[in-house]
């Protein structure tokens, strides 16, 4: 089977449902508050009574040009709303209010970086607004289906991605691209547990040397990341087997089972959905005036993409460390702030992580619980940096009194417990003396070539002065010696 999966690229594109953050729901002033007792969020807009109109909550456009800009899309200056037509028993009006032919934003992109810093561009079709269904619950009840409404009008953003994703890697790490955007541009959580990240998985194979794309299969509701690669990589398979033993793959819609590790058949799907779109005669059209465009763009924050590109090609990070700082908005905003009073960006990316990642993550806590400031961590830099203080100290005794005494500055700290280092000549001299004397037959042994006990006589003086000299000095200070005696 080896050989015959080689033959083979598969072809991926993603449908990523993102619920919108917004305080109320798309087309109605009811309350879009996740986890609230079933039904408590809804009114008659939502429920679609008969005289109801809908209105549109600017915030969603604000939300959807966002992050078209976010995505290097064009964005739609006329946009209308459509009806799309089906029946399920958590959509009370029988119908979606949707975009279909003139989404928000088209043509985008997003960059994908595996861990070698390789970089590989994901096309985007469509970004659309649409609001989103209720919730059947088919475990609450022994004998009947529960239907809850809260979510029935939240508002969505579908994301649709070429086919251009070619594993289940790529797929993973476009995910968690997009999941970062939206997270720093603070219009979806992306907590996909909640539901408030969704993902469809359309999957096909083809031979390598084939142009045309293989029969897809659509796999529904992917609601984590490890289920999106397990599901990839399944259908991929099964796939395969299919052609290898003269069968064929049959156009359908499936969902994953995480408990077997298999998708199985919800319903055929040998034609494209009809869903009767059609324009919604409720809603005005909306008009995105190159003003309103360039509003949103100045409250654009950094983006992990452009902050990733400056602390490589700027600042000199490697790939990693820029990947872990830009991971999430709040890391890297900490870490923009420890930038702005030290100079010294490498060791400001190491103390950010290791030392801080390391305290957040033993604790469970994020940065904004983290007791220590980005003044005080600069202001620890440069004091190792102007040699006041050695890199033993700092972290194995100024920093924990940092965490604990959270009014005090490092310099205070170490100005009390007299932990400044010294370059006194006379003193370090004294110590270096007794250094040397302590071990008198590696004198002899130094001076017949053993120049690694240079380290040997520099620990001896660092040891006797609890650490407080000055390293280089120390070096210097103990070379003339034994070269001198």
């Known amino acids: 089977m080896e050989n015959s999966i080689d033959k083979y690229q598969p072809v991926i594109g993603l449908e990523i449902h993102a619920q919108l953050s917004t305080k109320s729901k798309a087309f109605s002033s009811d309350s879009a508050e996740y986890g609230e ?3 408590s969020h809804i009114s008659a807009i939502t429920l679609a009574h008969p005289g109801t109109l809908p209105r549109l909550n600017k915030e969603v456009v604000n939300f959807a040009i966002k992050l078209g800009l976010a995505t290097h899309s064009e964005i739609n200056k006329y946009n209308i709303f459509a009806r799309k037509n089906y029946f399920y028993p958590d959509l009370p009006k029988g119908y979606q209010i949707s975009q279909h032919t003139g989404p928000v934003c088209s043509n985008g992109s997003v960059t994908i970086k595996n861990k070698s810093g390789v970089k590989k561009q994901i096309g985007l079709i469509r970004i659309h607004i649409e609001e989103d269904a209720g919730k059947s619950m088919h475990d609450q009840d022994p004998e009947d289906s529960l239907v809850d409404l809260n979510r029935a009008g939240v508002p969505l953003l579908e994301i649709v991605t070429k086919p251009e994703i070619y594993s289940s890697e790529e797929a993973h790490l476009f995910l968690s691209e997009m999941r970062k955007l939206l997270r720093y541009l603070e219009i979806c959580d992306g907590n996909m547990e909640e539901g408030s990240m969704r993902c469809d998985a359309n999957i096909s194979i083809k031979k390598k040397e084939d142009e045309k794309l293989g029969t897809r299969t659509e796999v529904k509701n992917l609601n984590s990341f490890k289920n999106i690669r397990s599901a990839i990589e399944y259908e991929i398979q099964r796939q395969i087997e299919l052609i290898e033993s003269g069968n064929r793959v049959k156009q359908e819609t499936r969902r994953f089972d995480a408990h077997s ?4 058949v919800l319903r055929s799907k040998e034609q494209a959905d009809d869903y009767r779109y059609f324009p919604e005669p409720d809603l005005s059209p909306v008009v995105i005036s190159a003003e309103w465009i360039e509003q949103i763009q100045r409250q654009m924050p950094g983006l992990p993409e452009e902050l990733y590109e400056k602390y490589v090609n700027q ?4 790939h990693y460390d820029a990947v872990v700082i830009t991971e999430t908005k709040e890391i890297a905003l900490y870490f923009e702030e420890l930038v702005m009073h030290t100079s010294n960006y490498k060791s400001a990316a190491n103390w950010v992580t290791v030392t ?5 993550n033993e604790l469970g806590i994020g940065i904004h619980e983290y007791p220590v400031s980005p003044v005080k961590i600069a202001e620890l830099i440069n004091m190792i940096d102007n040699q006041l203080i050695s890199n033993h100290i700092a972290e194995k005794q100024i920093y ?8 005090k500055m490092p310099g205070d700290i170490a100005k009390e417990m007299n932990l400044l280092q010294t370059n006194d000549t006379g003193l370090l001299n004294e110590l270096v ?18 120049k690694g006990l240079l380290g ?3 620990g001896e003086v660092m040891k006797l002065s609890k650490g407080k000299a000055e390293p280089k000095a120390v070096n210097r200070l103990v070379l003339e010696k034994l070269e001198g005696n």
Request: proline share 7%; charged share 30%; net charge positive.
């Open 37 to 39: 007792l079933p039904n």
């Open 261 to 264: 590790g298999k998708t199985f």
């Open 315 to 318: 600042f000199g990070l490697s």
């Open 356 to 360: 801080v990642k390391s305290y957040l």
């Open 400 to 407: 924990p009194l940092m965490l604990t005494h959270k009014e």
């Open 433 to 450: 003396e007794k250094a040397i004397e302590k071990y008198p037959e590696k004198i002899l042994e130094y001076k017949n070539g053993k």
């Open 456 to 458: 040997l006589f520099v």
